[in-house]
């Protein structure tokens, strides 16, 4: 992904992947909904006891033998071929999409989701 980064925080811009079109205000909701049900059911299959019902918690600390490591962000990446309609109106365009996912376990800072789009071909 050597080209310039779009980020799509446009809520009116399209993504179209192989059976599936999105405005990007839908896929943001649909994205957040499944990452939040999935880790419910996690939490539900596997009986854990959280004290914070939230991924961070479970991140906060992670020990190494004696030493306990606090985390101050996850990071989850995924990255999928797509075409996208930007509303300035150029048509589609071809490229990856890159969906970030940020959890900050242990500062009082907003887990955020960030879409950016990599076209084939330089703008």
């Not at 799509?8 to 839908?26: A, G, N, P, Q």
């Not at 943001?28 to 880790?39: N, Y």
């Not at 990255?79 to 996208?84: A, E, L, N, R, T």
Request: hydrophobic share 35%.
């Amino acid at each position: 992904m050597k080209n310039k980064c779009i980020l799509l925080d446009c809520v009116d811009d399209v993504v179209l992947f192989e059976k599936d079109t999105y405005k990007i205000s839908r896929l943001r909701e649909l994205l957040i909904q499944q990452f939040i049900k999935k880790w419910r059911q996690e939490i539900r299959t596997y009986k854990t006891q959280l004290t914070n019902d939230s991924v961070g918690s479970l991140f906060a600390n992670i020990s190494a033998g004696d030493e306990s490591i606090p985390f101050s962000e996850v990071k989850l990446n995924a990255v999928k071929d797509c075409q996208v309609l930007k509303a300035d109106g150029r048509g589609w365009q071809k490229g990856k999409l890159e969906i970030q996912i940020f959890i900050y376990p242990n500062i009082n800072e907003r887990n955020n989701l960030v879409i950016e789009f990599y076209p084939y071909e330089p703008i």
